[in-house]
């Protein structure tokens, strides 16, 4: 190359070199190149080397707006997916629910209800006995009063009366007391699980009790 255009060729280093440094530092911002041109035969080089870094931020431009638009596009699917398992969870526990109250009767408040109840209890904790065998000890020991109570028997006199339709004493309703139930000796839901449950310890069932136990 001719000496006049040297000083041309180095000029145009200069800048091809500050084109990249801008355009590493700015990222995806747009480049306004200019060069200026050296006399003779540098011209044709000079545009170029302009045109370069032009093109080339351009193309880093479109490199960061594909991923940019991939990004967002990944995000909305996470956040589609995501709203989808929170309805499928909701939806499940709906349905479970709902089975569940399905499988559980309604019952009377009253003595025929209480024993219906206390005896499905009873079969889902493995307590055994039967209606008969729980009504005939209720007819005995409270002729069907859930707040009856014994104030002159021997558990009486300790301190500690007979309570409710199958008349518990509270020490043994304290450690017979079925989960689920109230904990709530004139309850009588609570009061048949629990006296069933000690009936079951002692005797085998309610049904083998004939008298007070």
Known sequence: MSASSTPGHSRL???????????????????????????????????????????????????????????????????????????????????AASRSAARTPVFANNLDGWIKEALFIMKREGIPGTYAGIHRNIMRESSGNPRAINLWDINAKNGIPSKGLLQVIQPTFNAYHVKGTKFDLYDPVANIVAACNYAADRYGSMDNVNSAY
């Open 13 to 95: 280093t200069k800048a091809y070199k500050l084109s990249i440094a801008g355009v590493a530092t700015l990222g995806a911002a747009a480049l306004a190149f200019s060069a200026v041109p050296a006399a003779g035969t540098g011209t044709q080089e000079a545009q170029t080397v302009a045109v370069a870094p032009v093109a080339w931020t351009q193309s880093v431009q479109q490199h960061l707006g594909a991923q940019l638009a991939v990004a967002d596009q990944k995000a909305k699917d996470a956040a589609k997916a995501q709203a989808a398992a929170q309805a499928k969870k909701d939806r499940e526990a709906k349905e």
